[in-house]
């Protein structure tokens, strides 16, 4: 498979690209307002109820809480993964719940970069081509494309490994092309999901440390869910979740 057939699918859901504002601006990114979601008909579970959250544009911030508290219902929701049943979310002043689907997908593609537990890379792919598909996806040609993600590469220390594909590369290094991957659009806002739930401890710092890095240099918005309290300590701030509701 060619990267141009992996993107081709995707580029047609894509008709509209919003134009976002740089890193730069004040104020707050993210505001969440009596935010709630209900999973099921016959029996319902209540994921997340009337959460208020505001996200300060170039914070670093950590999600923390129980198993099924509802964290990473609150990153999907954030990250235009899931809808609500109640409530807004307002992503650079902009209403998730009045955007058309196409427009949602943009606003994933252009503004936000995801890194998950597991990597998620195209297995068929080098980390080069991993990192290179977003940059397709929103419209660069396969020479600027292989530029930025090479330039990425290196910034993660994966410069000997860019034509290494995922089953050739460690866990951590893995993680690292994700990283790269995410950040290949210069997105204002990152969610990470348990990023850095597999690693050891040294590739757990050198995540932390390469994320905490980019959000100084490029006042990059990071939003993280973890279940490791030395990570969430080292941010600027935590939000615990309980049974749904933010307790702090």
Aim: glycine content about 8%; hydrophobic content about 40%; overall charge neutral.
């Amino acid at each position: 498979m060619s990267t141009s057939d992996a993107t081709d699918g995707i580029k047609n859901d894509i008709d509209v690209m919003t134009d976002f504002p740089n890193n730069n601006k004040k104020g707050n990114i993210v505001e969440i307002k009596g935010l709630s979601k209900v999973y099921g008909d016959a029996v319902k579970v209540h994921a997340l109820r009337s959460v208020d959250l505001t996200v300060a544009r170039g914070e670093f911030m950590a999600i923390v809480g129980p198993s099924g508290s509802g964290k990473s219902t609150l990153l999907h929701m954030i990250g235009i993964l899931d809808t609500p049943s109640e409530g807004t979310i307002l992503i650079d002043g902009q209403d998730v719940g009045r955007m058309s689907d196409a427009q949602r997908s943009a606003t994933r593609n252009k503004m936000l970069g995801f890194v998950f537990q597991y990597h998620h890379l195209l297995p068929d792919f080098s980390a080069l081509e991993n990192v290179m598909m977003p940059l397709l996806i929103a419209g660069k040609n396969k020479k600027e494309a292989a530029s930025v993600a090479s330039e990425i590469l290196k910034d993660v220390e994966l410069a000997d490994r860019m034509e290494h594909r995922p089953n050739q590369l460690s866990g951590g290094q893995c993680q690292r092309v994700a990283v790269a991957r995410a950040l290949a659009n210069n997105p204002a806002l990152v969610i990470g999901d348990e990023l850095t739930g597999n690693l050891d401890t040294r590739s757990s710092k050198l995540i932390y440390d390469l994320l905490r890095k980019l959000n100084k240099k490029y006042n990059q918005t990071f939003i993280i869910v973890t279940h490791d309290d030395k990570l969430a300590e080292k941010t600027d701030r935590i939000v615990r979740i309980v049974d749904g509701q933010i307790t702090g």
